[in-house]
């Protein structure tokens, strides 16, 4: 069992960066697939961006490529997004995701075993 702990999360204006983590225990981070999803108010949730066990892969959504960036460390079992120039619309409460089956990264909601409990982003303009 996987337990994962959402970090860094917070407001800030238009413009300004945050960088997330994501905390990996109960297994080995190596075994997984990681990813980033949100979901803003009255919205399904929806991906952001995936890492792969190596970390060699890496893809996002179109909505945040060039903007954000997806990491992880194996030495601290921990995953990143390092977000720039962020925008109103991305406020939402973000959720990083674990998943041990897909074979190099994976965009599917319902293709992760594990989620953590989310952490809230607000950006006012």
């Known amino acids: 069992q996987v337990q994962l702990v959402e970090s860094g999360g917070g407001s800030v204006q238009a413009g300004g960066s945050l960088r997330l983590s994501c905390a990996a225990s109960?297994?080995?981070?190596?075994?997984?697939?990681m990813g980033w999803f949100r979901q803003a108010p009255g919205k399904e949730r929806r991906f952001v961006a995936t890492?792969?066990?190596?970390?060699?892969?890496?893809y996002y959504a179109d909505s945040v490529k060039g903007r954000f960036t997806i990491s992880r460390d194996a030495a601290r079992n921990t995953v990143y997004l390092r977000m720039k120039n962020l925008k109103p619309e991305d406020t939402a409460v973000y959720y990083c995701?674990?998943?041990?089956?897909?074979?190099?990264?994976?965009?599917?909601?319902?293709?992760?075993?594990?989620w953590g409990q989310g952490t809230q982003v607000t950006v006012s303009s």
């Open positions: 995701a674990a998943d041990q089956s897909a074979a190099v990264v994976t965009t599917l909601y319902s293709q992760y075993d594990y």
């Open positions: 109960g297994g080995t981070f190596g075994d997984y697939i």
């Open positions: 890492i792969s066990r190596s970390g060699g892969t890496a």
